[in-house]
């Protein structure tokens, strides 16, 4: 009977010291923190996420970054995206009433930033103090493709990527080099045969598929879940622009072995034309711009692009093709605007539309546009004599970013296709004497236009 007793007791005193336990549990909760600060608990002790892996590797980057004077700016688009969706609530967050970590801790292999490469002023020593901070750090880099083709400075590699990986999570440093178009380009991410494949998953790489071409964004400080970064300060452009990015290019040590074959046109005619030329496309794509208009180099232009990386003298015009569902109904008053007049206007818009305005020296600039068929491209050609029409064939394509006599510019992703189509198999011996009407391996009759519609289809000026 006793021994029943002393469990008895053992058991109901058990029993009261848990109670009493949940009671102090209970009242620590309610009563003295609400006392001694809770909502310090929250915001600091407590607060959502800020113990994961993404934050901890992206704060330690910022300070590295920070303290070494690294000049970059998050490019994220996922993070962006988040950014720009609740860029009222970032602006009325401060440091210390974050609780939430929400846009860094998103479940995500990789963090994006970009590197101002023409900004780095201090580039030795960085890589070995992001290894004493705790990183694992791979560099990417190749040589400059401007200097393909030269002999003594075709060596020389430049970085392109850098690609840091603390515990699980990686930061993915895109490097972002000027060029002389006032635009930033980066390079491919090709992995040579000594890296590990398995460093970090590459495949799920948002940059370095292939090279890209920015615009120069200005840029922006903000406070993102309690760390200071900078991102562009035009969040929706410059997240448009990264689908499109894809850069080709120029093809320098195929022009350079071109002009060995072919002796480079210098007489005083030549370079003149080649300046009132490009003189000419920068008034153009300025004008373009303006009104909100693609463009990309087209015709013998783009032929000069491709095959010599440079204009050809003796075009004595430059040509440009625009998607006919981009054509903007000012277009005209624009370029005249600009100091272009009119010269021409073939067709009309549901039809084979063609514009030629006149430049100075007597350079005219060709304006192309271009309609979509289930699985093929076209634009129109009409001859002012007869009213006869022509349609040039080209496969499907898709625009790319080049630079060309110091711009950015689009050219046909497809560009072999899309040359090949205009000029056959040949294009790379050159032609001085064409026929439009003729010559082009990809023209075809389409017909004549009523002699009712010639005053509104051919227009001369």
């Given at each position: ?82 950014i720009n969706k609740n860029s009222e609530q970032i602006k009325n967050t401060s440091y210390g009433t974050t609780s939430d970590c929400k846009f860094f801790c998103v479940p995500r292999d990789f963090t ?8 780095w002023k201090n580039e030795e020593g960085w890589f070995q103090i992001a290894e004493n901070m705790g990183f694992q750090c791979l560099k990417i880099q190749s040589k400059d493709p401007r200097l393909d ?96 990015s894809r850069f080709i290019e120029c093809r320098y040590k195929e022009a350079r072995a071109f002009f060995q074959q072919y002796l480079d046109d210098n007489t005083v005619e030549a370079m003149a034309f ?188």
């Open positions: 009977m006793s021994r029943i007793n002393k469990n008895v007791i053992l058991a109901l005193l058990t029993l009261t010291s848990s109670a009493f336990l949940l009671f102090q549990l209970y009242y620590y909760k309610h009563y003295l923190s609400a006392k001694n600060g809770a909502g310090l608990s929250k915001s600091r002790g407590s607060r959502i996420g800020f113990d994961s892996t993404q934050w901890r590797a992206v704060k330690k980057f910022i300070m590295l970054t920070s303290s070494q004077n690294v000049p970059v700016f998050l490019i994220d688009p996922l993070i962006l995206e988040l994006v930033f970009a590197l101002q490469y023409h900004l083709g030269i002999d003594s400075l075709s060596g020389t590699e430049i970085p392109l990527h850098y690609i840091c990986k603390l515990a699980t999570h990686a930061i993915h440093l895109v490097v972002f080099h000027e060029r002389s178009g006032n635009y930033l380009w980066h390079g491919h991410l090709r992995l040579k045969r000594h890296i590990d494949r398995k460093f970090v998953p590459f495949r799920k790489l948002q940059f370095g598929r292939y090279p890209g071409a920015f615009d120069r964004p200005d840029l922006q400080q903000v406070t993102i879940d309690g760390l200071e970064v900078h991102i562009p300060k035009d969040l929706v452009h410059f997240l448009e622009e990264i689908p499109h080649r300046k009132s030329a490009k003189e000419l496309l920068q008034l153009a794509a300025k004008t373009l711009k303006k009104l909100g208009v693609r463009f990309w180099l087209s015709s013998g232009t783009c032929l000069g692009w491709y095959r010599q990386c440079s204009i050809i003298p003796y075009s004595k015009d430059v040509d440009l093709g625009i998607f006919i569902q981009d054509y903007k109904a000012d277009i005209i008053i624009a370029f005249q605007d600009a100091g272009l007049p009119l010269k021409h206007k073939f067709g009309k818009v549901e039809d084979s539309l063609e514009l030629s305005f006149q430049g100075k020296d007597d350079v005219k600039l060709d304006i192309f546009f271009f309609y979509e068929e289930t699985d093929h491209m076209w634009n129109g050609g009409t001859q002012a004599k007869t009213g006869k029409k022509f349609k040039y064939l080209f496969p499907k394509f898709t625009l790319c970013w080049t630079e060309f006599v110091d711009m950015k510019v689009h050219v046909p992703c497809e560009t072999i296709e899309y040359i090949e189509a205009n000029y056959g198999k040949t294009w790379k011996i050159p032609v001085k004497t064409w026929d439009w009407k003729h010559s082009p391996p990809n023209v075809q009759p389409n017909g004549i236009w009523p002699i009712s519609e010639w005053d509104e289809v051919i227009q001369l000026y």
